[in-house]
């Protein structure tokens, strides 16, 4: 009729849709809320192992449950922020040209933080006497000077094997698998079965760091951090200069 409002146009009762996030979210903060998330889930399930593994459960515990929970967070988490949730393996993606100069730092940052939030979630959830016992889950296995030389080659070998695995099976283009959560899943149980009776098998500082804050434990705690990252120098260059493709390597493109 004529004296009638006309029908509003269909369009516009559609609901308009929202407004894409700022390419800033994605690029900055998201990548670092899931560093910090899957730093602390793997340090928690890792050092509530260990505490369970003081009991006499075996070292098949840990390495099991330690290279489990790293396969599973970098499947999940592993699209959004490369899923590193270690110092040393950031160093290295970034010598590759994976990870920008300017997320380095806060990378390293949050996995510091998650691996503190997953210490102290342990030391909440777990007995007190098995918590102390334990030392909280920290690295505990040097006891004297003399075994410093063994256990330093042996963090710098064992971190060599999982920086290679993530460089060549995640970074490197011609080499990049599907399987590169298994495989690095499989490398950490694989290295602390082999090397958890020499120093422990950390391969990660932020491993290191968050139990040994919590639990005030850090006799030869600078080894967990030499040895990994002096590996991921070693990997990087190593793959930087001969073994990565052509626009991974800096010489012979």
Not at 32 to 59: H, P
Not at 84 to 98: C, E, I, Q, R
Not at 208 to 217: M, S
Request: hydrophobic fraction near 50%; aromatic fraction near 8%; include cysteine.
């Amino acid at each position: 009729m004529a004296g009638l409002c006309p029908l509003p146009d269909a369009l516009e009762l559609e609901v308009k849709p929202q407004p894409p996030r700022p390419l800033w979210y994605e690029r900055h903060v998201q990548p670092c809320v899931a560093e910090l998330l899957g730093t602390a889930l793997f340090i928690f399930v890792g050092c509530l192992s260990a505490l369970e593994d003081a009991g006499g459960a075996g070292r098949l515990q840990p390495a099991l449950a330690h290279g489990l929970a790293l396969g599973v967070t970098v499947s999940v988490l592993g699209d959004i922020s490369g899923g590193h949730f270690n110092p040393a393996v950031s160093l290295g993606v970034w010598l590759l040209g994976g990870l920008r100069m300017t997320m380095l730092i806060p990378y390293w940052f949050c996995q510091l933080c998650g691996g503190m939030i997953g210490a102290g979630l342990v030391k909440a959830v777990a007995p007190s006497e098995r918590f102390g016992n334990a030392s909280g889950g920290a690295f505990g296995g040097i006891t004297a000077d003399e075994q410093v030389p063994g256990a330093l080659v042996a963090e710098i070998v064992l971190s060599s094997f999982l920086l290679l695995v993530v460089c060549m099976g995640a970074v490197n283009g011609s080499t990049r698998s599907p399987l590169a959560p298994l495989c690095i899943g499989l490398t950490v149980t694989a290295d602390i079965l082999a090397g958890g009776g020499v120093s422990g098998a950390c391969m990660n500082p932020a491993r290191a760091f968050g139990p040994a804050l919590v639990a005030n434990y850090w006799d030869y705690h600078w080894v967990y951090w030499v040895g990994p990252m002096v590996a991921a120098l070693l990997v990087g260059a190593l793959v930087r200069l001969l073994l990565g493709d052509r626009a991974t390597r800096l010489l012979l493109k």
